[in-house]
């Protein structure tokens, strides 16, 4: 292949990739009106539940309800963010939501509510020792968005053995 003909071909598959993804971007965003889209919230949800495992409720209704509760606390989070990282989160989410972008940056076959707890910790697991840094960049912040917001949560305290902070 000729130089120019390999130029052109990139060319032309970085205007269909930019076209594909914005199209994508406007038919399922990450964040709509600051809130997360429905496959945004199960993401997270699946990734709050493989990331701290072992610390929600064995009970299965108390398991729900507190996994609600953290989606809720993690979108308020999340609307006090500038406007610009919550522009990439949403891309980002966008991109996490659609089956491709799932497989190519995870390697998550099934979809978010799908996948067994094992195969989100192995997929979170091979993007965290990823040789690409825009992988472990992912990575930590699904990680830290879930754990920032858990931990900040004073009921959860007591899980870690935390007694708060000290008096002053």
Not at 14 to 35: E, S
Not at 110 to 127: G, K, P
Not at 131 to 150: G, T
Request: net charge positive; glycine share 8%; no cysteine.
């Amino acid at each position: 292949m000729k130089r120019r003909s390999l130029l052109k071909l990139g060319a032309g598959a970085a205007v269909l990739l930019a076209i594909a993804g914005g199209g994508l971007a406007l038919l399922r965003p990450g964040l709509v009106n600051g809130k997360l889209s429905p496959g945004a919230r199960q993401l997270m949800k699946s990734v709050a539940i493989a990331v701290l495992d072992g610390l929600w409720p064995a009970e299965a209704a108390a398991r729900e309800a507190g996994l609600q509760a953290h989606l809720d606390s993690l979108e308020l989070s999340i609307a006090g963010f500038p406007q610009q990282v919550r522009k990439e989160l949403s891309q980002l989410l966008t991109l996490l939501t659609s089956s491709a972008g799932r497989l190519a940056i995870t390697g998550l076959k099934s979809d978010w509510d799908q996948a067994s707890n094992d195969e989100l910790l192995q997929a979170l697991q091979d993007m965290r020792v990823s040789s690409l840094a825009a992988r472990q960049q992912i990575y930590h912040a699904l990680r830290d968005l879930n754990n920032a917001v858990f931990f900040a949560d004073s009921s959860h305290w007591p899980l870690i053995s935390y007694p708060g902070p000290r008096a002053l």
